[in-house]
Structure formats: structure tokens, C-alpha cells
């Protein structure tokens, strides 16, 4: 019902920024709570931040609370996450996810993914 697309990725250097764009078709945003996760190979996907479809309540993975932002543009169906003082650690494929109900911080609860954009940090 929904397709995400996500781009922005790439190569950065410690301390660096970057923004990912998740694009949305088929169905607008605003009618899921969306999510990013990451992951590095060899690791388990983890949540990184989520928005919720109605409220627009923000959350954090404590990893990268302070750092990131995560916002989202109806009129564009868009979902962002700012991602600023960027360490090595953050290097991982970086995933889009939507679901129709609150944010969940567990990657069985989201319904629909993208197909990921990758981020490298060096230090």
C-alpha cells in the first residue's frame, strides 16, 4: 500500500552531517507512524528513531539522542532524518519503515521498508 524509497547516503567524515530522505508513494505518511533503523553487517538491524502518525511524538535510540532529528513533510510525503556529529560507529545501511500504529522500536512491528541507503563514516 505504501512504497519508501530512501536516498541521501554516502561517505562523510567524523563530525559531518548528512540528511536521508525517505519518499513515500501510494499512500500518504501521514496515515503511519514512521521509523529508521540501521544496520551494520554481521549486527542485528536496530531502531534508530520513529515519528508517530498522528501526534508527531519524536523518539530516540540513546545512541544517537541529541544528534539526530527526525521530521516529516506531508505536503512533499516525505520523512527526514538529520543526522549531525557523525562518528564511525554510525556507519551502517540505513532503512525507511512505516506501520499503521504508534512507533515501535522492534523491526517485526513495521509492515512496509525501503531498501535501504548507505552511510560511512570515517574517522
Known amino acids: 500500500q505504501v512504497q519508501l524509497v530512501e536516498s541521501g547516503g554516502g561517505l562523510v567524515q567524523a563530525g559531518g552531517s548528512l540528511r536521508l530522505s525517505c519518499a513515500a508513494s501510494?499512500?500518504?505518511?501521514?496515515?503511519?507512524?514512521m521509523g529508521w533503523f540501521r544496520q551494520a553487517p554481521g549486527k542485528e538491524r536496530e531502531f534508530v528513531s520513529g515519528?508517530?502518525?498522528?501526534?508527531?511524538?519524536?523518539y530516540y535510540a540513546d545512541s544517537v539522542k541529541g544528534r539526530f532529528t527526525i521530521s516529516r513533510d506531508n505536503a512533499k510525503n516525505t520523512v527526514y532524518l538529520q543526522m549531525n556529529s557523525l562518528e564511525p560507529e554510525d556507519t551502517a545501511v540505513y532503512y525507511c519503515?512505516?506501520?499503521?500504529?504508534?512507533?515501535?522500536?522492534?523491526?517485526?512491528?513495521?509492515?512496509?521498508w525501503g531498501r535501504g541507503t548507505q552511510v560511512t563514516v570515517s574517522s
Open positions: 519503515a512505516a506501520r499503521g500504529g504508534l512507533v515501535r522500536t522492534t523491526t517485526p512491528e513495521y509492515d512496509y
Open positions: 501510494g499512500r500518504s505518511v501521514s496515515s503511519y507512524s
Open positions: 515519528i508517530n502518525w498522528r501526534s508527531d511524538s519524536t
